[in-house]
């Protein structure tokens, strides 16, 4: 599966952006969507996830449950990340992922839980 994320971009404390991840090729296997984010000089975190079937379940960070939420529209194979009052620890390369293979006793918190990886876009929040 190849993602491409898009909706990035510079944004005052406070404010909104909609990231978007299109998804391409074998994308009937994917049962599981989420979004990392990952800034300088720390390790790639989970911010959300959203299993890919109907009713299924969503999970969030503690960090940004309240202020994100995560949605998709399989019609498109496109999944939403929808960043409402973002602060500026907001600030990071948000990477979108997909998982093929349901790893037990992986989180899908965990990104050995992910098989593909999109390029990331950059989100910069200023203070």
């Known amino acids: 599966v190849q993602l491409v994320e898009s909706g990035g971009g510079l944004v005052q404390a406070g404010g909104s952006l909609r990231l978007s991840c299109a998804a391409s090729g074998r994308t009937f296997s994917t049962y599981l969507m989420g979004w990392f984010r990952q800034a300088p000089g720390k390790e790639r975190e989970f911010v959300a996830a959203s299993i890919n079937w109907s009713g299924g379940s969503t999970y969030y960070a503690d960090s940004v449950r309240g202020r994100f939420t995560i949605s998709r529209d399989n019609a498109k194979n496109t999944v939403y990340l929808q960043m409402d009052s973002l602060k500026p620890e907001d600030s990071a390369v948000y990477y979108c992922?997909?998982?093929?293979?349901?790893?037990?006793?992986?989180?899908?918190?965990?990104?050995?839980?992910?098989?593909?990886w999109g390029q990331g876009t950059q989100v910069t929040v200023s203070s």
């Open positions: 992922a997909a998982g093929q293979t349901r790893r037990l006793n992986v989180s899908v918190r965990s990104p050995r839980q992910y098989d593909d």
